[in-house]
């Protein structure tokens, strides 16, 4: 297994309070993340856990292991059938110009024949939702 290190990010033109107000809820992701059908919470602030229903039906568990209240959180997963272990995914809104740059910063270990479909997955589905997130927010 190896460890990998993906960035994905967004140019928004929006202030980075409304940016945060529509992605700052861990358990509200489902309002801008296309292909989550459902968020169960569990709990709040750091040991949360958010329950995640997907569109085909299968379930993945986050845990919320850090938070800076305006700016960042960071999640593990916590269950579900991933082809990785060790995820720890970032979620961060900033200052850019005058609007906000939406950042997501993951790492993960996966095994050589799972790295590149793991990489392109994690890319494509980040891609997807901070460009809806930018849509939401710019009309």
């Known amino acids: 297994m190896t460890t ?3 960035s994905v990010s967004q140019q928004i033109s929006a202030t ?3 940016v945060w107000a529509l992605i700052g809820d861990f358990h509200g992701i489902m ?20 329950h995640l229903t997907m569109a ?4 993945i568990s986050d845990r919320l292991v850090a938070e800076q209240t305006g700016q960042s959180y960071s999640y593990e997963i916590a269950a579900g059938e991933v082809p990785m272990k060790n995820y720890l995914g970032t979620v961060s809104v ?4 005058e609007g906000s740059i939406l950042l997501f910063n993951g790492s993960f270990d996966v095994t050589d024949e799972q790295r590149e479909p793991a990489i ?6 980040y891609t997807g ?5 930018r849509q939401l927010l710019e009309t």
Do not use: C, L, M, Y
């Open 4 to 6: 990998e290190k993906i």
């Open 16 to 18: 980075p309070a409304q």
């Open 31 to 50: 309002n801008w993340f296309p292909g989550i059908t459902e968020s169960r919470p569990e709990g709040s602030g750091v040991g949360a856990i958010r």
């Open 56 to 59: 085909d039906g299968s379930v």
């Open 94 to 97: 900033g200052q850019s110009g």
């Open 120 to 125: 392109g997955f994690i890319k494509q589905i």
């Open 129 to 133: 939702a901070f460009d809806n997130a």
